[in-house]
């Protein structure tokens, strides 16, 4: 039997980027994103520079947890994702009134370690209240461990590092706003340097069980192209940048990019386990808000850190 008369073929799949193509679109998502921050913070306009600022940053903690709370459930665990996006906006949300409102004029609350106390605070009601919610719960029967620990892990590596670019931004005696782009500037170089001279002369994978991508060579190239950034930035920033000279830009220079690294890492290890390549749908065709943030949400608590404890 002779077969029928043959079709014009279809058309043929869309290849899929390329890991420059990658790259190069989530770097000009991350500096849109970061741009319009740093537009914010740095306004003339007071509503601008701090309650748009707000709502940036919670709209990037909402999201990033809802892509955490994401992963959870792709890897078939159980979490309290309401309860957990509600808190942790919540907790947003007064640590900027703490910083803006109820700190400035009090001679003793405008001390960093007042701010700290007032989140700390924050942080208890949530893990008691998300017990008493465990209690009242009928849907995790015999799983509330892993429920309260998720929960609780989404809050803390989401909202709570995030939270760190707020006391940054209205660090007391200083003006943060220098530090919040200083910090950014050097990670997202790091990300630069590790990409570029991983893909030149990379040979030798880091933790390919992890990412695949990730090379010694380009870990190399982070440190020095952010340690590099970090001086550059410190000599053209000059007395802005509050207590800072050259030892502590090579240092901070190194410490953040190592950080970064180490970030990315992390939420490649939670991408891995829930069996997805990127966190979310927030940018199309690259990723979501947790592929932007990684590398920075550790950098915020050690930037915050250094300044309060060594700059200041």
């Known amino acids: 039997m002779n077969a029928g008369p043959v079709g014009p073929p279809g058309p043929s799949p869309t290849p899929p980027p390329s890991k420059a193509q ?55 665990l159980v979490c309290f ?100 782009l200083y910090f950014i500037l050097v990670t997202k170089f790091s990300d630069v340097g590790a990409y570029c001279v991983g893909s030149l002369v990379g040979r030798h994978k880091m933790i390919p069980r992890i990412s695949p991508g990730k090379t010694w060579e380009g870990f190399a190239g982070a440190i020095v192209v952010s340690t590099g950034a970090s001086v550059l930035f410190a000599h053209l920033a000059g007395p802005r ?11 901070l220079g190194m410490m953040l990019s190592v950080a970064a690294v180490i970030g990315d890492l992390i939420e490649s290890l939670f991408k891995r386990e829930a069996g997805v390549k990127d966190s979310g749908r927030f940018f199309p065709g690259i990723g979501g808000i947790l592929d932007l943030l990684d590398s920075l949400l550790f950098n915020a608590p050690l930037m915050y850190l250094y300044l309060r404890h060594v700059l200041t």
């Not at 600022?53 to 947890?65: D, S, V």
């Not at 949300?93 to 007042?114: C, D, I, K, M, N």
């Not at 940048?241 to 240092?251: D, E, I, S």
């Open 241 to 251: 940048l509050a207590g800072m000279n050259t030892l502590h830009a090579v240092a």
């Open 81 to 180: 994702k309401t309860w957990g996006v509600t808190n942790g906006l919540l907790l947003m949300g007064a640590t900027f009134y703490y910083v803006t409102v109820y700190q400035p004029g009090h001679e003793h609350r405008g001390l960093p370690s007042r701010a700290n106390d007032f989140e700390t605070s924050v942080l208890i009601l949530f893990v008691l209240g998300l017990c008493v919610r465990e209690f009242v719960s009928k849907k995790n029967q015999s799983v509330g461990l892993t429920a309260i620990s998720t929960t609780l892990l989404g809050l803390m590596y989401v909202p709570w590092l995030l939270n760190f670019i707020q006391k940054i931004n209205f660090f007391p005696g200083v003006d943060g706003r220098f530090y919040v």
């Open 22 to 76: 990658v790259f190069l679109r989530r770097l000009a998502s991350t500096v849109f994103l970061w741009s319009v921050v740093l537009t914010a913070i740095f306004s003339g306009n007071p509503f601008v520079r701090e309650w748009v600022f707000l709502g940036l940053m919670l709209l990037l903690a909402g999201a990033g947890l809802l892509e955490f709370y994401g992963l959870v459930e792709k890897r078939g």
